[in-house]
T-cell receptor, first 118, second 111 residues
Framework: DTGVSQNPRHKITKRGQNVTFRCDPI?????LYWYRQTLGQGPEFLTY????????KSRLLSDRFSAERPKGSFSTLEIQRTEQGDSAMYLC????????????????FGSGTRLTVV | GESVGLHLPTLSVQEGDNSIINCAYS??????FIWYKQESGKGPQFIID?????DKRQGQRVTVLLNKTVKHLSLQIAATQPGDSAVYFC??????????FGAGTRLFVKA
């Protein structure tokens, strides 16, 4: 397993077009997260999945954004009718959610997909 | 609302010196804290974590200190190396759900 993989690494699209990003998490990880990061800022939470269930969505995730994790493995993030304000780095992370006092909630991040909307 | 912030946006240290990066958090319910390192063009990388029932945890060349009384977190890097140059984020987690990140501190290591 080579870690969390994201494709594509870079995407340039015209305003109004739809884009889709893919994330392949670490295979044994049951949780998958999407974050968005703009220049000079920390990652902002968008949504997360436990297995195939989407458990939480941020207010940042407008109705133009949709994420899926159909079989509890890879995930896709689609942005419809892209706007210039959508330009950012989209980061995917995964973790193995365990219980108990020794649980580790640290994430493994992918290298991200940089979206530029022109 | 929740917020995780940092006292300094940039920190410049001499190679071989110790670095201290500070962070303030506001959610008293947070029970788990993490430091991440992000190099240019890469995603954040987990460095070290600490639970709220601890006040200090040591790793290899790194130490995290947690002061719950003043809601303060710090990352200490011993004998800072050029490879430590990056942006460092503190992050907080409540109950094992989503992790909230701060804005980051950029560490410059001077040779």
């Amino acid at each position: 397993d080579t870690g969390v993989s994201q494709n594509p690494r870079h995407k340039i699209t015209k305003r109004g077009q739809n884009v889709t990003f893919r994330c392949d998490p670490i295979s044994e990880h049951n949780r998958l997260y999407w974050y968005r990061q703009t220049l000079g800022q920390g990652p902002e939470f968008l949504t997360y999945f436990q297995n195939e269930a989407q458990l939480e969505k941020s207010r940042l995730l407008s109705d133009r954004f949709s994420a899926e994790r159909p079989k509890g493995s890879f995930s896709t993030l689609e942005i419809q009718r892209t706007e210039q304000g959508d330009s950012a780095m989209y980061l995917c992370a995964s973790s193995l959610q365990s219980r108990g006092s020794g649980a580790n909630y640290g994430y493994t991040f992918g290298s991200g997909t940089r979206l530029t909307v022109v | 609302g929740e917020s995780v912030g940092l006292h300094l946006p940039t920190l410049s240290v001499q190679e071989g010196d110790n670095s201290i990066i500070n962070c303030a958090y506001s959610n008293s319910a947070s029970d788990y804290f993490i430091w991440y390192k992000q190099e240019s063009g890469k995603g954040p990388q987990f460095i070290i974590d600490i639970r709220s029932n601890m006040d200090k945890r040591q790793g290899q060349r790194v130490t995290v200190l947690l002061n719950k009384t003043v809601k303060h977190l710090s990352l200490q890097i011993a004998a800072t190396q050029p490879g430590d140059s990056a942006v460092y984020f503190c992050a907080e987690n409540t109950g094992g759900f989503k992790t909230i990140f701060g804005a980051g501190t950029r560490l410059f290591v001077k040779a």
